[in-house]
């Protein structure tokens, strides 16, 4: 059995540039698919935030139509309410890289707002890439890579990375309010970024980091961790 970090945003909005608070927190796809692969297999999940605040799952995730259906809707608010993980996550500066397996960081707009500046998350980040240990990130959250940065330097620089796209972003309406956008951020940051077709799953890997582009790629990615586990 292996012990699984799963770092999440604290926040339940996403600021944009006029200043208005746009509702968001953790995508529940994003969530639920990996935590049920790894906790099916027999893993064991630790969650943490920022402030150690119970995360919020953006419910706007949770509609049917967003969701794949009614039936999925369900099953991913049960899996929810019965993850004991979600309801009891440790601080971000608590958690010891050294007593957990492999990391994974779950997206939705929140990182957005905290992750991507938050110190905590860029140490532990810097940490997990420098271990060799497995390092899982999905749709928004390599936002937190960009906490990583010390005088403009990242060591994510040069490493094969997706993420959430512009045009995705845009698709969904929300670039034009956007403060940044996270693939242009990325690309500041030095790494070398790729893109599959809008919606679909699609993954890379590099050493011992993976990330996915959106929700869509969560179960991919996790099949992907679970092979190295």
Not at 11 to 17: G, P, R, V
Not at 198 to 210: A, C, E, I, K, S
Request: net charge negative.
């Amino acid at each position: 059995m292996a012990k699984l970090l799963f770092v999440m945003t604290g926040t339940a909005y996403w600021t944009l540039k006029d200043g208005t608070r746009h509702a968001t927190g953790y995508w529940a796809e994003e969530f639920v698919a990996p935590y049920r692969a790894f906790t099916e297999a027999g893993h064991e999940i630790t969650v943490a935030t920022p402030g150690g605040v119970v995360p919020y799952v953006d419910m706007m995730s949770l509609r049917p139509d967003l969701a794949g259906g009614a039936e999925t809707a369900l099953g991913l608010e049960e899996t929810i309410r019965s993850a004991e993980a979600l309801r009891r996550p440790i601080m971000l500066p608590d958690a010891r890289l050294d007593a957990y397996d492999a990391v994974y960081l779950p997206g939705g707009h929140g990182p957005m707002e905290d992750l991507w500046q938050d110190a905590d998350a860029g140490r532990l980040l810097t940490a997990a890439l420098a271990s060799g240990k497995p390092l899982a990130i999905v749709c928004h959250a390599p936002a937190a890579m960009l906490a990583t940065r010390i005088h403009g330097r990242s060591p994510f620089a040069g490493r094969r990375v997706t993420a959430f796209t512009n045009e995705e972003e845009n698709a969904v309406g929300l670039a034009p309010m956007a403060r940044w956008l996270l693939e242009d951020e990325l690309i500041a940051l030095g790494v070398e970024f790729s893109k599959g077709e809008m919606w679909r799953p699609y993954t890379v890997t590099d050493g011992n980091l993976f990330t996915g582009q959106n929700p869509a790629s969560s179960a991919e990615l996790a099949g992907r961790l679970l092979k190295v586990l």
